[in-house]
């Protein structure tokens, strides 16, 4: 859907495509990305200094409120943080590591096979379905090996100092990553 589309349909419903909205729309539309409510504050202001914080969180609400946004929480693996999506992207799950924050989107059948499934079991319409699934990525999952290595070689040593005199010094744990949420 194009924004002179969505502009038709919001005028519909009596909301105005004002420019700090078209402003918000077309950042979360452009990034493809799930960006929270401060850095979409910070990207916006590149674009209009004028903007402040309470309205740039009112337009979020009113863009949700409207349909055209999706708010998220990935599992809280931010805390209380909240991200915004374009509703206009094909329905997806959202893949989480629990441990560097990273999203992956996983796009396919399995999804609207489910929703047909619970649609007929449930006779029940579905309008929006989330789906989010949490664990390790591939990378992470390497490093905590590696840690839980670490952390069994340490006990090892503490726990028996005579006979662990011999062995290897355990290596030290490498150090957490945190990247940036993509
Ligand atoms: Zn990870
Ligand atoms: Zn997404």
């Keep these: 859907m194009a924004l002179d589309s969505i502009e038709g349909s919001l005028k519909e419903r009596g909301v105005r495509l004002t420019r700090q909205r078209q402003i918000l729309l077309e950042l ?25 914080r309470v309205t740039v969180y ?72 989330r789906t989010e699934v949490g664990g390790y990525c591939s990378h992470c999952q390497t490093l905590r090996a590696r840690e839980v290595e670490d952390i069994r070689a340490l006990t090892a040593a503490t726990a028996k100092p005579s006979k662990a005199s011999g062995a290897k010094p355990p290596k030290a744990a490498a150090p957490k990553k945190r990247a940036r949420r993509s």
């Excluded at 990305?33 to 202001?45: C, I, M, T, V």
């Excluded at 991200?83 to 999804?111: D, N, S, W």
């Design 58 to 129: 009112r337009t979020l609400k009113m863009l949700k409120l409207g349909g055209l946004v999706d708010e998220l929480d990935l599992m809280h693996y931010g805390g209380d943080q909240h991200y915004y999506e374009t509703r206009l992207k094909q329905e997806h799950a959202h893949v989480i590591c629990l441990r560097c924050g990273k999203v992956e989107e996983f796009f396919g059948e399995p999804l609207q096979r489910l929703r047909k499934q619970i649609e007929s079991h449930f006779g029940f319409q579905v309008l929006l379905a």
């Design 28 to 52: 979360i539309d452009k990034t493809g990305d799930h960006l929270d409510a401060e850095r979409l504050f910070q990207l916006a202001k590149e674009k209009d200094p004028k903007l402040n």
